[in-house]
């Protein structure tokens, strides 16, 4: 199977989920000929506690890695058998590009470099599974200039003040407004350095104030990248489809986070613009499962789900028992009519520089999502000092206007929901910290 987890894409761009630009071909095929989940919801607006619960199908109040030092513990503890180990005993050949840094979660060997389609050529004739981590829609957005133009609206061109700014989205890593400080500039010790990053992805900096004026540009530079990601999806289905597996093949295509282009003023998310939130475009995610023979063609799943979801169904459709600690639940039965109100909360949480955050930084921001509302809280480590805010997603999807109501019952229902959430974290990481001590 084909795991493909491009990083930081977002799905409002691309047409299978109603883009009417024309950025992603391939990538609507496969949601035509598959399963396409509207309401999938990420664990965090950065990569770290996403990837551990698509790999392990854990909650992030349960594996509690979501900074920099909670990561560092993880690397340095005995690593406790994951769904990837369990593959491998019965018989699944595991791979990945960019999973070493994973490497707890069961991952031993790095392919990134090496040619995919001639990966798929070699192993034709095996079961494999096969992690893919690509970062086209990760800042920076710089596309050929051919794609950024692609999705320019005719006649606009950039003027020198906008050149100068669209040179940082298009060069850094890191793009903050002013008055910000990552822990890249501040010094601070890196669990994990990138000397094994491609050279467009090593951590850079710029500080930049953008304004509605560069919007449609930055826009199209994250288009482009769209576009770019569609053309290596289209590459990998006619290799497959040319070696003769592809209707054997089960793929997947979806993402870690969202993406914020503009919305709240920055780019990028909450470890790139240091300013990151749980609004929606942060933590909505695509979803694609495509398996003929075994998923649907044409299947649209509007209820919500959770990204530790995927690898419990990933297991059912592969035939095997998942047998390591896990709290997600297959998505068969949905995807089959067999249940409704799947999973009527899903949480999410986040520290507004991810992790980029100082190791002084102890704001925290938390959500609890229904099909039709959210709740976030603010707060910071341990503290009862909730700020709390509610929005309506059917009348404002844009989640512009904080409708909370310390009254209102739908706001009592999830205050409490998430306040519990909140302490049930709290409670595990306090126990881990006492076992690790």
């Given at each position: 199977m084909l795991f493909i987890m491009d990083d930081a894409l977002r799905p409002a761009h691309l047409g299978c989920y109603g883009y009417k630009k024309k950025?992603?071909?391939?990538?609507?095929?496969?949601?035509?000929?598959?399963?396409?989940?509207?309401?999938?919801?990420?664990?965090?607006?950065?990569?770290?506690?996403?990837?551990?619960?698509?790999?392990t199908g854990l909650s992030s109040a349960t594996h509690g890695v979501v900074s920099?030092?909670?990561?560092?513990?993880?690397?340095?503890?005995?690593?406790?058998?994951?769904p990837i180990h369990v593959m491998e005993k019965n018989g699944i050949l595991v791979d990945g590009e960019m999973v070493l840094r994973w490497h707890p979660l069961g991952f031993r060997r790095d392919t990134r470099g090496e040619d995919m389609e001639k990966y798929f050529s070699d192993h034709r004739n095996e079961q494999w599974f096969f992690y893919a981590e690509p970062y086209p829609t990760h800042l920076?957005?710089?596309?050929?200039?051919?794609?950024?133009?692609?999705?320019?609206?005719?006649?606009?061109?950039?003027?020198?003040?906008?050149l100068k700014k669209l040179s940082i989205?298009?060069?850094?890593?890191?793009?903050?407004?002013?008055?910000?400080?990552?822990?890249l500039q501040a010094g601070e010790k890196d669990a994990l350095p990138d000397n094994n990053t491609d050279e467009s992805h090593k951590r850079s900096f710029g500080i930049v104030d953008l304004t509605e004026k560069e919007k449609p540009f930055i826009t199209a530079l994250y288009d482009g990248e769209v576009k770019v990601f569609d053309?290596?999806?289209?590459?990998?289905?006619?290799?497959?489809?040319?070696?003769?597996?592809?209707?054997?093949?089960?793929?997947?295509?979806?993402?870690?986070?969202?993406?914020e282009l503009m919305e709240r003023g920055h780019v990028g998310h909450c470890s790139c613009n240091?300013?990151?939130?749980?609004?929606?475009?942060?933590?909505?995610?695509?979803?694609?499962?495509?398996?003929?023979?075994?998923?649907?063609?044409?299947?649209?799943i509007e209820e919500q789900i959770a990204q530790m979801d995927i690898m419990p169904t990933i297991f059912e459709l592969l035939g095997l028992k998942l047998t390591t600690p896990h709290e997600g639940k297959s998505l068969l039965a949905l995807?089959?009519?067999?249940?409704r109100d799947f999973r009527p909360f899903v949480f999410s949480e986040t520290m507004p520089a991810g992790w980029q955050a100082l190791d002084s930084d102890e704001r925290e921001v938390w959500s609890v999502r229904t099909n039709d509302a959210k709740l976030i809280i603010k707060t910071r480590f341990f503290s009862d000092d909730f700020e709390y805010e509610f929005y309506d997603l059917r009348k404002d999807p844009g989640e512009l206007n904080n409708c909370y109501d310390v009254d209102s019952p739908i706001c009592r229902k999830l205050s409490h929901k998430l306040i519990e959430y909140i302490n049930w974290a709290r409670t595990n990481r306090c126990e881990a910290q006492t076992q690790n001590a």
């Open positions: 950025t992603s071909p391939n990538i609507d095929k496969l949601a035509e000929d598959g399963v396409m989940f509207r309401n999938l919801t990420a664990t965090a607006s950065h990569t770290l506690p996403p990837v551990i619960s698509l790999v920099q030092k909670s990561f560092a513990k993880w690397l340095s503890a005995t690593p406790a058998e994951s920076p957005y710089n596309p050929p200039e051919e794609y950024f133009k692609m999705f320019l609206e005719p006649g606009l061109t950039p003027d020198e003040e906008t989205v298009r060069s850094r890593l890191i793009v903050h407004p002013s008055g910000k400080i990552s822990k053309d290596m999806v289209g590459r990998w289905v006619r290799k497959l489809k040319e070696l003769g597996i592809f209707d054997d093949t089960l793929i997947i295509i979806t993402s870690d986070h969202g993406e240091l300013s990151g939130t749980l609004y929606e475009e942060s933590i909505k995610v695509p979803l694609i499962m495509h398996l003929p023979g075994k998923l649907p063609a044409g299947k649209v995807i089959n009519g067999r249940v």
